[in-house]
């Protein structure tokens, strides 16, 4: 079992709802040409315990949908990045925290 501090599980969390982002936009350009393509979107939320959860949920019909659809994709893949950020320098702030104190 691996735990997680808060600042990690935030990150993870933001990296999770991220991805479910960028699956959506991915659903939806797949579907691009499909008829009756029913298009989703992500609704995100703070959690009580810090962090944010994300789920797929059915989106409007919308004449600039390809275009916004790519715009999501790319704020998906900048808030993936951001939160391996955080991640990776909280793993390097206990590492050398480690290293101190060894």
Request: aromatic letters at 0%.
């Amino acid at each position: 079992m691996t735990v997680l501090s808060p600042a990690s599980s935030i990150a993870a969390s933001g990296m999770r709802a991220a991805a479910v982002g960028m699956q959506a936009a991915a659903h939806n350009v797949a579907n691009l040409a499909t008829a009756d393509h029913q298009r989703q979107g992500v609704a995100m939320a703070a959690s009580a315990a810090g962090g944010v959860s994300a789920r797929v949920v059915a989106a409007g019909q919308d004449p600039a949908a390809p275009v916004a659809d790519l715009v999501d994709a790319l704020g998906a893949r900048q808030m993936f990045q951001a939160n391996a950020a955080v991640l990776q320098r909280h793993h390097d702030t206990i590492g050398r925290l480690l290293d101190v104190i060894a």
